[in-house]
């Protein structure tokens, strides 16, 4: 079975592993610290320390802006991509040029259309076309 990582996921794996990688700097530092001047190594470890504390806090406050997707926005971005292959395959000759007079707003005109359209199910009507078969308007 192939799983495949969401966005949302890398975003945190991707700040997770830069919260370790600037840790072991830190720590490293810390290591090194023997060949500091003795005056200077209470310095270091105070350093130390406020650098960790900082780069936990930006951490924590990036992992915590990563938004998770809702599932309708998924829904529609799938839809969308449907939608944009299908009106691809229709303005673009076997080449893969657009069609003679056609443009790619063309093509993303056609995509939302298709979209609006596939969104009405069988029974349904878009209050638009409702609106106006009434003659109701705003």
Known sequence: ???LVTTEEQAIAAINAAEAMAISNVQLIRQLKGLIPAPFS???DL???TNTAGIQAV???ERA???TVSKAARKSRKELSNALRMANQK???KSGTLRKGKTQADVMRMAHKM???NGT???MVRKTARRAYEGRRR
């Open 1 to 3: 079975m192939i799983y």
């Open 42 to 44: 209470q310095l270091t």
């Open 47 to 49: 350093a130390v320390q």
């Open 59 to 61: 951490a924590s406050t």
């Open 65 to 67: 802006a990563v938004r």
């Open 91 to 93: 303005l673009r000759t």
């Open 115 to 117: 979209v609006k359209k």
């Open 121 to 123: 199910k069988k029974g």
